[in-house]
T-cell receptor
Framework: IAGITQAPTSQILAAGRRMTLRCTQD?????MYWYRQDLGLGLRLIHY???????GKGEVPDGYSVSRANTDDFPLTLASAVPSQTSVYFC???????????FGPGTRLTVL | GENVEQHPSTLSVQEGDSAVIKCTYS??????FPWYKQELGKRPQLIID?????GEKKDQRIAVTLNKTAKHFSLHITETQPEDSAVYFC???????????FGPGTRLSVLP
């Protein structure tokens, strides 16, 4: 692994189903982030983690949960997916506040 | 919290002309200002950044200027080329991990 990876690349999901998006980085970055990007729009922060063991809510946290059991992994879970969660999801990481964020390749999620 | 505005939302220029995108921020504690380029279907990627102790930074055809007193910063692209066509995002960040806020983006089109 080099950098930051996400899985799956894309997913079509039935409404009401549970889904976990995976994010892994090998840069030993302290902080990790989840954003959603709706078609033609900007990046909105869902949840973040400043360091392993801690998480915080971003701008649009409802319907999503995260965990940060270790430095490398930051999974995002949709407990019961709804069509409004159709979006492209980007994971990002950096060493901490005031440092460049590096983005994963994204997961394109469609909820029907 | 921090609020970042970005103008214009769309910008069309002729190949070889210059392009300027401006951002304003609200939190005087912000001290790091990156610019990201996002090509269609790709992840945002850092193209240039500036910290609060510097007024200007240049990297080949790209430059960023910062006015901390007025709380605004700008991206300047000279001698534009068709491959510069993309969406550009500014961001402002302080030393607190959750305070990394993106602007809404500018869609730049360079016409051949």
């Amino acid at each position: 692994i080099a950098g930051i990876t996400q899985a799956p690349t894309s997913q079509i999901l039935a409404a009401g189903r549970r889904m976990t998006l995976r994010c892994t980085q090998d840069m030993r970055h302290n902080a990790m982030y989840w954003y959603r990007q709706d078609l033609g729009l900007g990046l909105r922060l869902i949840h973040y983690s400043n360091t392993a063991g801690t998480t915080g809510k971003g701008e649009v946290p409802d319907g999503y949960s995260v965990s940060r059991a270790n430095t490398d992994d930051f999974p995002l879970t949709l407990a019961s997916a709804v069509p409004s969660q159709t979006s492209v999801y980007f994971c990002a990481s950096n060493r901490g506040g005031g440092d460049t964020q590096y983005f994963g390749p994204g997961t394109r999620l469609t909820v029907l | 919290g921090e609020n970042v505005e970005q103008h214009p939302s769309t910008l069309s220029v002729q190949e070889g002309d210059s392009a300027v995108i401006k951002c304003t921020y609200s939190d005087s504690a912000s001290n790091y200002f990156p610019w990201y380029k996002q090509e269609l279907g790709k992840r945002p990627q850092l193209i240039i950044d500036i910290r609060s102790n510097v007024g200007e930074k240049k990297d080949q055809r790209i430059a960023v200027t910062l006015n901390k007193t007025a709380k605004h910063f700008s991206l300047h692209i000279t001698e534009t080329q068709p491959e510069d066509s993309a969406v550009y995002f500014c961001a402002a960040s302080s030393d607190y991990g959750q305070n990394f806020v993106f602007g809404p983006g500018t869609r730049l089109s360079v016409l051949p």
